[in-house]
């Protein structure tokens, strides 16, 4: 039995940051008939609920880069990867001495929320933030130490490339983070984004293979957050628009986000054992 992952931005979404029609199809016509297809992004569940609505989500999903696998309607963890105070002390820090302001997820009273400080928004965090008015996390605060309160769990830095390189590089130099650090998908602005070692989409994946009692791996993306991923999967599949580096570690380089790549590349290679299925994919030239 093998197990499908799929990246979400860039990869199985649009450029408009939505599913097509005939991606919605496919996907759900193949988890009808029994295919283990899921998706594992860098978004909260929040996010990634509401830009995947219409795609049935009968298997736990990874989210936050791997910090989370969650499962059920309501998000029950199954996995769960945070800082210790000493390490988020660390990023505190840091973030401090180079006058950067972060976006801070972590739990704080038991509840996970997303803070930052109110009047030190860069232009790319305030654009971010902008468009998650109708998200219940949202948490402005006033300072450093509100800032900083709660379990974290991920920091994301959103700027220009030159003001977040040298945190870049200081981080690169841990044992105990993973960093990503790339220009924003849609925009012009860098993300550079801290989390936990253990929070990558790889080990959430291999994870939610043995959960599954799967026995392989296919795993679908687009960016260099992908490339763990891909490091875990037997069969890896880079959409047309990849980035080279992800291109480069693919096992095969498939149709793009624009051209249903994912979808189309599941109904022709996917494991599938119903006939009157079979049949009609056949008839319609997608397999």
């Known amino acids: 039995m093998t197990l499908y992952v799929s990246d979400l931005d860039g990869t199985l979404l649009n450029r408009d940051e939505k599913l097509s029609e005939f991606t919605v199809w496919a996907l759900n016509s193949l988890i009808e008939r029994g295919m283990k297809f899921t998706y594992a992004t860098a978004r909260s569940n929040h996010s990634a609920r509401r830009v995947t609505a219409g795609l049935t989500k009968n298997l736990p999903v990874i989210v936050y880069n791997g910090a989370f ?3 059920g309607p309501e998000g029950e963890p199954l996995l769960r990867v ?13 973030a401090l001495s180079l006058g950067l302001w972060p ?11 997303l ?19 109708w998200d219940p996390r949202l948490r402005p605060v006033e300072g450093p130490e509100a800032l900083y309160t709660g ?71 687009d960016a260099v957050n992908d490339l763990p991923l891909f490091a875990a999967a037997d069969v890896s599949c ?11 570690a693919a096992t095969e ?17 996917g494991e599938l054992t119903d006939p009157g299925f079979l049949k009609i994919l056949k008839e319609k030239r997608l397999r």
């Open 69 to 71: 696998i969650l499962d």
């Open 82 to 94: 945070g800082f210790d105070k000493e390490q988020a002390r660390w990023v505190r820090g840091q």
């Open 103 to 113: 976006v801070v997820y972590a739990f704080v009273d038991g509840a996970e929320r």
């Open 115 to 133: 803070s930052w400080v109110v009047g030190k928004e860069t232009e790319g965090q305030a654009h971010y933030l902008k468009n998650r008015k």
């Open 151 to 221: 379990e974290a769990f991920y920091y994301t830095f959103i700027g220009e490339k030159a003001a977040l390189s040298p945190l870049y590089d200081r981080a690169r130099e841990c044992g105990w983070l993973t960093v990503t650090f790339q220009q924003e998908l849609y925009r012009q602005e860098y993300w550079l984004e801290l989390m936990p070692k253990a929070a990558t989409k790889a080990n959430a994946a291999r994870e939610l293979k043995r959960l599954l009692g799967c026995e392989r791996i296919v795993a679908f993306g």
């Open 238 to 248: 880079a959409v047309a628009n990849a980035v080279p580096e992800l291109k480069a």
């Open 253 to 269: 380089i498939i149709g793009s986000n624009q051209e249903d790549g994912v979808a189309r590349w599941l109904l022709r290679h």
